[in-house]
């Protein structure tokens, strides 16, 4: 899979979560969640390339986000779990998700980090067996709830804190316009304000409440309104407000439904049908004005996030 030069790229999509459902606090301290988490074409791109001659370590540049990089990490675990000793890597991030937004872009990227090393030490995550792409999801589960969601990026469905993912047929055609905000939110203060606004639902409300949103995709449709839900969105608009106006303003763009992403700030637009995808990048144009710029996007698979060698075009 290595290019002849040892270079690959992978695009690394950013998610939204179509349903996400707080449960109770677990033992360990995370909360039990229930989710489906598309991938999106809003996208970073990764390039792994060896590192310069001299370089002992592996590297990481990732302009526009300071401090230890998730995809550092991923890449350390990846050698820490495997035992795989590949001469040292450097992996260049273009950001095209907004950071610390709802969007799992840190996730993203290490999950990303993680296909390209598999893909590098010559054992990609496609040709896994079940045992070793378990141990796989584990490293990734490591590093942050979101990323093993992302690791084969689709239609997610995402149980326990997030190490429990299972891939879904692709929902029907929709496009998605996502709004980025131009605050942040940090995703342990939003859980914090739910907690203080005892959002949680207990075991069996959770789960049969995901069942729902499962039963509604199994059979070909995009859950009902009353089943996009984020449990989160309210203490997430407590922290921010202006969430509250974002909402309004992609519905009255023509999105069928809006909702926020993750812990947020980021909205989404959902704009169903086949002509989705065209309407959300019309209703685009239309929010042009907004700063930062409203992103259409559509859905995603693992194909489209695989990894390549440098020098072909993706797709
Ligand atoms: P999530 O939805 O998974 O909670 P998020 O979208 O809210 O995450 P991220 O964009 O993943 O947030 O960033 C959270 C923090 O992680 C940032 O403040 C940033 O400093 C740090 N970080 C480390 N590596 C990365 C990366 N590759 N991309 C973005 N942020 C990163």
């Known amino acids: 899979m290595s290019g002849a030069d040892g270079r690959l790229l992978a695009r690394a999509p950013g998610k939204v979560n179509l349903s996400l459902l707080l449960g109770p606090r677990r033992a360990d301290g995370y909360h039990a969640l229930a989710s489906v988490v598309e991938a999106v074409s ?45 001469p040292p890597l450097r992996l260049e991030i273009d950001k095209r998700i907004p950071v610390a937004a709802g969007m799992g872009g840190g996730s993203a990227d290490a999950a990303a980090a993680l296909r390209l090393a598999a893909s590098a ?45 299972r891939p879904l047929a692709p929902a029907p055609a929709h496009g998605i316009l996502v709004l980025p905000s131009p605050h942040h939110l940090a995703t342990a203060e939003v859980f914090a304000e739910a907690d203080r606004r005892r959002l949680a639902r207990d075991a069996d409300e959770l789960e049969a409440g995901h069942a729902d949103v499962l039963a509604a995709l199994a059979g070909g449709v995009l859950p009902p309104p009353e089943l996009l839900v984020n449990d989160l969105q309210s203490a997430a608009a407590a922290l921010c407000p202006p969430i509250e106006a974002t909402l309004r303003t992609v519905l009255s763009a023509g999105a069928d439904h809006a909702m926020l992403s993750g812990s947020g700030p980021t909205v989404f ?18 929010l042009v004005r907004l700063e930062p710029a409203p992103v259409a996007c559509v859905p995603v698979d693992a194909g489209w996030a695989a990894p390549r060698p440098a020098t072909e075009t993706p797709a």
């Not at 592996?58 to 495997?82: F, I, K, M, S, W």
């Not at 490293?139 to 326990?160: I, K, N, R, S, Y």
């Not at 637009?269 to 239309?286: K, N």
């Open 42 to 86: 809003l996208a970073d791109e990764v390039r792994l390339a060896p590192a310069p001659a001299g370089t002992a370590e592996d590297q990481v540049v990732c302009p526009g986000v300071e401090g230890e990089n998730l995809a550092a990490r991923a890449l350390a675990a990846y050698r820490q779990a495997t035992g795989w000793r590949g």
């Open 121 to 165: 030490a010559g054992r990609p995550i496609e040709r896994l067996d079940t045992a070793d792409r378990a141990a796989l999801d584990a490293v990734a589960f490591g590093l942050g709830a979101d990323v093993p969601a992302l690791l084969a990026p689709g239609l997610v469905a995402m149980e326990g804190a997030g190490e429990r993912v």
């Open 269 to 286: 637009g959902l704009f169903l049908g086949g002509d989705g995808p065209d309407r959300a990048a019309a209703a685009a144009t239309t």
